[in-house]
């Protein structure tokens, strides 16, 4: 079957892998239908993780269920299914809490958490490929209704941005009537903004800096805040009289610039710590890594950043991080888009078959004006 | 009427000082039959904040009531009432959401959070003293049964240090059945470790390099961890098959000493991303300043710290930080005290008359063996 | 001054009353602007209660302040405030964890709670009135911002329908993407519709018999579920698969009718255990009594229900129920209001001077077609 | 194998019947080391449910693994582990939430929720024989520690009785410092009773008239009152200062009997409403049933109780109810066992072999005094 494979930094190309089958007994092999490249793959495709050459990418998966094995029940040949990007096995420690994105069973021995065709989250094979075989299959397979043809640039984003933006505002602790700032408006952030309408917020301020990202922002509701002349912590302050917004969503990660192009690690957090206010929460879904070796900050090479802890402190913050339990939001964001109440497809700028996969990253990852998100078509 | 004054660093006297009196008719005073010295008061006491001379330290007061203004109606003359160390209004957009520690009417225009007898947290004089007036009477005054005398030791920790350490707690979202990590067996990490006790904690790790201090940890039912030898993170981890606890508490804050005797800001709160296990959750009530010029280190001086955000982040941990508000928790641990079920006084070293405060704060701020926590009586 | 005062079962007058005035330092006067008619003043209208005659009635106030006592300062003159029906001291055992429907401190001795204009809810004179006094001014009154006027047929609904409708899905646990139903159309269950979409409900199924109810809920964006015909139960059944919604909502009360125009008081709760899911919770708003000697069913007399609890824990349900606490939501409904997500105004009918009152109370008591919801200017 | 089979209305025998066996690759087969009698077997003994003949009873079981389906991973066999009473998937809806007691795939069609042994819970074999097959086995297996011999009797309970209690103080919302009422010192109240004590409860009232039953909570640190005499409402409130206790516990079931013997179903639900202060919870665990034909009671033959609504409502309770979601505990309180901080094998009254089953139904049955815990010994 064909695939997208890294093989060094800023290379990947569309090859013949051998095929997706079913391995063990709770397995099912699913035809892709969609899937899409991921912020967080240009990590990997820069050269800037430890990701081996070879490896094939794509979490962001939905598709048809072509094969089950013999102990599956719950999802049959021919069903419509999306997938979590998080491999999760259902019975472990942290699966049975609700905590799939640190399944201690799939992951890498001595660690939590497992993903398709991701550095350090266990051998999994990605979905950027015509067939995609996905462990205990019962307990991952999103099975679709009838509408899954007509909606499937919404429903494919049940893979993996929806839920993290949504999970932005649940580490946030947003709660109806709220204002809430976010910074970051790609894919994520925006997600999270349509996220916090959805749930209720009075006022969605969004930074980022640029044009079409913030007018998107607004097409979802949000009041955009342009941050390219270093001004978004100003801007904020004056919309809430100087006191912060109530919460805030970090959307953007490690790899922050300022207004002059730099690479500041710290930028977004100290900036929330700023514009939201005294008891606040701040949920930062924006990927920070343990050690950054290439990184120029000598900080961040250590996965440190300068946090501004005594301000945190003062004012009674309160923080959460980490990657989206998928499975803990998909089902009921399903039925928001089943009934008419969600469109995270609005933010889709590019829809392409599996063999232009090459050209999109490179465009993608120069974010180049108007390549906000890119769905792959393998079966196209 | 008598009160304890700051005249400098670590510079403290007993003075007559004008009395306390009604100012508003919202108002109660009280007679101080109990105060205590507190950790954070130290931090006034050695200059390293911006509190200014002539200022009557102690915000951990009870007394009995003297006089009412004439708008209270919910506690008379007579009563005996323990007073929590925030003041709080109980009507503002904080309070009523239960934040009284970051109440905004009574706190300096500008910030959130007022207390009795503390640098930038309003002009409300201190408890060590004779006399002591409590704005918003009816709101902040916990009126005790009848063994307040009786329990009277017990009884003065829910001004502050009992909820204080339970507060690590609940941050901590600590849970029946959890392991705990406890940093610091000070007054605050002893009694969140009684917190965790009584909360059906299954077992409490206390690091401390103290060994009288580890002593009483042990007496209250938790699992000394000597930190004298550095070792404490791999001591926690050989508890916990490597992965670390179910959750965490910062009970030190921003003077925190290595084994060396050096200052290290960061080095708690990274040792506890360390020990504590994936999707866990920190509670931190040491204090952090949001600056520290006197500093050593660059990043505090900025109020900053090199914080392992990398780490934190993959581990999918949460953290949450501040001032306890203490009416979240005081009437339900003065239930456990009255019936038996909670013995806060246990880390009691010395009872002392007003007069005896000078003498107090030197051994107390020198870390003296036993001098965990001082009680002093202004009526006696 | 002018006020509507109850004489006895179905008769009510604006008579000249004494003015009302400051009693205690913490009181506020207020010069009613908006004040509503609600469907609970007519269980005490049709003489069904134990109201004394001579009450004035009116809990849902708004207005503007014309004096306070000396310890009110967070309100002054000339400020537009709206106040929950609620009455409550701010610093009980239960207005301190945020239960202000169930004040010790106001309400009558031995019971919790305290309301303007009501049954055996304390001596707090109404607010169908030129003036209103308010105890605990600082706590009690909600300040609106610069719309006030603009927007004010909006906000005198923050007062009780809007909080009690929120109560309503918040007893019942709904949260983003559940389907809810809502028993009842009058002005409460249309509020809980409006909080449900505003919530991200994903469908609202909304049951009454009234046609120019059914089409305002439809308005708002529910599904119009019409019970005239007795069918209500399979209708929800067959929209869920037969399995039910996740969640319910009660806004009808002891007086339900049956198709048939018999009143059935443990209709709508049976109906609800019937069309919510295994696991789901029901909030009840609607009043229910603790006894009501003049109805015919010989439980209801001692204000028990036939209440299906045998299939009610079989299916593992919860059920919450009382006043709304108006304190816990007002302020954020307010900022939805203000930044135009919420219009509760949707429903009002009639606008009406004081002196039309009367006339109000007959239609609405006959729930004429069309009397949706009344609001009295007394200043008109 | 040996088996308990149920041939009618106070008639069990030991037969033998087919050996268990793998059916399905993700199933487990368990050798029994215990498995207790539990009050809800006596419903299905007694006759008065629809129950099969030839039904094996037998839903707290415990043992070690003597085979496992080849998709089953997460145990192996040697392992020893105690089951939850509750069959559950792990991927349904349901279950994907926690509510493992209400699994939409392994119950019968339409229902909710599955159990071993059990009417109307599907066809899954009881376990008071020498074999059991386990469904699911990743999913339903509690692998135990090193300890599993040693603390056998305490590790059963985490079958069902000790998540069951601990269930009905989490329904009840019960918290540090609270007061609790628990209706029943069965083994499940004293379960309750146990749990609560770990929460922190500080004061625990068990209602019983079994003296031996009260001796048992008051040596687990309860309170206990005698309701022999009918004055146990009384006793409660004299207790509380008339207010009632913080929250409330049910743990005897529809086959409640007042004082003089008579079965009055709605008698132990509204003493808790009369005994549980105003906006209190109560926790119900006690078994009610949809129908109950063989009732005197003609509301509790439609499986309603006349229940006292209106002061529920007037009160602001609220109620939760149902099978304990075993899974949902279990961890935990193992863990809480194994550190030496529960012990609820304190209940245990008798421990027979297999044989003896029909004769510890008996005296069981009759509640003869000190028959208060049975368990059995399959591989004696």
Redesign the interface.
């Known amino acids: 079957m064909k695939a997208l494979v890294y093989h060094g930094p800023r290379k990947v190309t569309v090859d013949t892998v051998p095929d997706a089958k079913i391995e063990?007994?709770?397995d099912a092999v699913i035809k892709l239908t969609a899937t899409n490249i991921c912020g967080s793959d240009l990590h990997m495709y820069e050269g800037r993780t430890s990701v081996e050459k070879g490896t094939v990418f794509g979490h962001e998966n939905m598709g048809e269920v072509v094969e089950v094995?013999?102990?599956v029940?719950?999802v049959k040949k021919g069903d419509h299914v999306v997938l979590p990007f998080n491999i999760a096995?259902?019975?472990?420690?942290?699966c049975?809490?609700?905590?799939t994105?640190?399944c201690l069973?799939c992951a890498p021995k001595?660690s939590?958490?497992a993903a398709y065709g991701y550095a350090d989250m266990g051998p999994y094979r990605g979905g950027q490929a015509e067939y995609l075989r996905v462990p205990y299959a019962?307990?991952n397979c999103l099975v679709l209704p009838d509408d899954a043809d007509e909606k499937d640039r919404d429903y494919v984003m049940l893979s993996d941005i929806f839920p993290t933006g949504w999970h932005a505002t649940r580490?946030a602790g947003l709660?109806?009537?709220?204002?809430v700032v976010i910074y970051g408006a790609g894919p994520v952030g925006l997600m999270a903004a349509m996220s916090a309408r959805?749930?209720?917020a009075?006022?969605i301020f969004v930074i980022d800096h640029k044009e079409d990202r913030l007018a998107l922002a607004e097409k979802i509701g949000a009041i955009p805040v342009d941050s390219s002349d270093g001004t978004e912590v100003k801007q904020i302050l004056d919309h809430t009289h100087?006191l912060g917004a109530d919460c805030g969503c970090e959307c953007v990660g490690?790899q922050c610039h300022n207004s002059h192009g730099k690479e500041v690690p710290n930028l977004t957090?100290n900036a929330l710590v700023e514009t939201v206010k005294?008891?606040g929460l701040i949920g930062?879904v924006g990927?920070?890594?343990?050690?950054?070796p290439k990184a120029e900050d000598a900080?961040a090479k250590?996965?440190?950043?300068?946090?501004?802890?005594?301000?945190?402190?003062?004012?009674?913050?309160?923080?959460?991080?980490?990657?989206a339990n998928v499975?803990a939001y998909n089902?009921?964001?399903r039925?928001?888009i089943?009934?008419g109440?969600a469109n995270p497809s609005i933010i889709v700028s590019h829809e392409l078959p599996l063999d232009q996969a090459p050209d999109a990253y490179k465009h993608f990852d120069l974010r180049d004006d108007g390549w906000t998100k890119v769905v792959l078509r393998p079966a196209a």
Not at 89 to 94: A, D, H, L, M, T
Not at 96 to 99: A, P, S, V, W
Not at 287 to 292: A, E, G, S
């Open positions: 063990r007994p709770t094995g013999e102990a029940t719950a096995c259902g019975f472990c420690e942290n049975e809490r609700g905590f994105g640190f069973t001595g939590a958490g019962d307990f580490l709660s109806p009537g709220d204002s959805i749930q209720g009075s006022r100087g490690y957090m005294p008891t930062c990927v920070f890594v343990p050690k950054d900080l250590k996965g440190e950043i300068a946090f501004d802890f005594g301000k945190f402190w003062s004012k009674g913050m309160r923080l959460g991080t980490g990657q499975k089902r009921k964001l039925d928001l089943h009934w109440r």
